[in-house]
């Protein structure tokens, strides 16, 4: 049985695999077992690697991406935006916001949340001021946009298996189809789901779940690739496993979200060993 809340973490000198109501560390090494509540991961059973937290969904028919942040490195160039933007207008007293305040109070979420944070007396001009930012990011990204590390080797490993795909953001139409383009994921992607055309964006798990519907695949056999908080509960909250990149978030905060397995790039080789044991348990193999 599928367990959406499992999470499984490596800190230090141990394994811990974090499920509602129990909690499992494994020490590398021999020093034996530290502590244990009976308890399951994805693929329905107490596991002591990272690799098995996609088994529970094999047959995978179908892989949802994220765009800022987890296909692309986008989110420096969304903080310098915001930075110089806020700063010119004299927000927080006309001192720089810090990448920590973006990661927290920015980072993953829809416009309207952060047009509500930033002017919560005045939600038009923060709707303004907002889509003033997307103009600014869309000028800067040309020439800076880079594909994630290992982006076209995950790329290829879902075609080879002739996987649905879609990409589901909280970016503005406008954004979401130019670093698609940039990218070149323009054949790559089956749909775009995007949080401004549902009634709720992400956290909300409705974005992922219309993702589903638009390439026809089950959340039974699916999983998600995610780098904020926002993202990884809407997934979490839509009953999928989510892969968290630590691309513009650190890991502690990604953790609170309960991600399935947290990985620092499509090249991390927790990443290849879960996909490695979810081609065996799907009896499926590249082309």
Known sequence: MALPNSSIYESGDCIY??????????????????????????????????????????????????????????????????????????????????????????????????????????????????????????????????????????????????LKRAAVTNAPRPNAELMISILGLSDFFQAVILGSECEHAKPHPEPYLKGLEAIKASKEHTFIFEDSVSGIKAGVAAGMPVIALTTGNPEHILMEAKPSLIIKNYDDPKLWAALEELDKKSGTSGA
């Not at 937290?53 to 094999?58: D, M, R, T, Y």
């Not at 920590?100 to 509500?116: F, L, M, P, Q, T």
């Not at 990204?141 to 080797?153: A, I, M, Q, T, Y």
């Open 17 to 162: 695999v974090d499920i509602p109501h129990s909690l499992v560390i494994f020490p590398f090494g021999t020093h034996g077992l530290l502590l244990t509540s009976f308890s399951h991961c994805w693929c329905g059973c107490v596991c002591a690697t990272s690799k098995s937290v996609l088994c529970g969904i094999a047959p995978v028919e179908a892989v949802l991406f994220d765009i800022d942040g987890t296909v692309c490195d986008s989110d420096p160039i969304h903080y310098s935006a915001f930075r110089e933007m806020l700063q010119e207008i004299g927000f927080n007293g006309g001192v720089p916001i810090t990448e920590d305040y973006y990661i927290e109070n920015i980072a993953g979420k829809h416009n309207d949340d952060v047009a509500r944070l930033l002017f919560p007396d005045d939600f038009e001009r923060g709707i303004k001021f907002t889509d003033d930012k997307e103009a600014m990011f869309r000028r800067l990204v040309g020439d800076k946009l880079k594909p994630v590390s290992g982006l076209d080797k995950v790329r290829k490993w879902v075609e080879d298996r002739g």
